[in-house]
């Protein structure tokens, strides 16, 4: 699992008026949950750009004035127009304990739905996932290579190493979607084609 760092600063004043303050000031206000006791921070907005928008999973190296932290971010909150970050929860990381992350699917092999005129779809980009930091992934390899047309694997036929993923066994992950001009066609047709464009 890759590691960001971000830089933070201790919070004087806790109110809803510092609060908007550093928002204006292009600040995030944010919260250190799971040690002996909540560090109430701020942090450059900017610094939230590699965390947050990207499809990646990442620990986080918090850096609150010289003392460093290993976590992870638990929760953000957008304003619901501007879509600025209002607030950010971090979770401290203990070795001991398991944690719950949304782990991005990589999908890999070739699909014979696809060979045949199918459409790859994603149903799910990322998964819930409990492990102990290290054995955290940071991606969930999905096989395609046996998906015929209308075919999908699901969240049940991926094989697990060290960590649970959270969601139902029964969950599509990955589907190949028959096209519209070959919607009907039976099997026998579909092979048919395939052996007169050959």
């Given amino acids: 699992m890759k590691t960001l ?4 600063y201790k ?5 809803k008026s510092e609060s908007k303050r550093l928002r204006d000031n292009s600040s995030v206000p944010c919260v250190l ?8 921070f701020h942090t450059p907005m900017i610094l939230f750009r590699d965390l947050v928008y ?25 304003h619901p127009v501007s879509e600025i970050i209002l607030h ?15 782990i991005p699917v990589e999908t890999f092999g070739k699909a014979p739905g696809l060979e045949a005129g199918g459409k790859l779809v994603m149903k799910q980009r ?6 102990l930091p290290a054995n955290m992934p940071d991606s969930i390899k999905v096989d395609i290579s046996g998906l015929e047309l209308g075919k999908s694997v699901k969240v049940g036929e991926i094989p697990i190493e060290n960590y649970e993923i959270l969601n139902s066994t029964l969950v599509s992950i990955a589907t190949i979607e028959v096209p519209r001009a070959l919607r009907g066609k039976s099997a026998e047709e579909l092979e048919a084609e395939g052996e007169a464009e050959e």
Avoid: W
């Avoid at 990442?58 to 976590?71: A, K, M, P, T, W």
């Fill in 5 to 8: 760092e971000i830089i933070g």
């Fill in 11 to 15: 919070r004087a004043n806790l109110g």
């Fill in 33 to 40: 949950y799971g040690g002996k006791e909540q560090v109430h």
């Fill in 54 to 78: 990207t499809p990646q999973a990442h620990f986080v190296n918090l850096d609150i004035e010289g003392v460093e932290y290993q976590c992870i971010l638990q929760d953000i909150q957008f």
């Fill in 88 to 102: 950010a929860d971090f979770l401290l990381l203990n070795d001991k304990k398991a944690l719950k992350m949304d």
């Fill in 126 to 131: 990322k998964l819930r996932v409990s492990a």
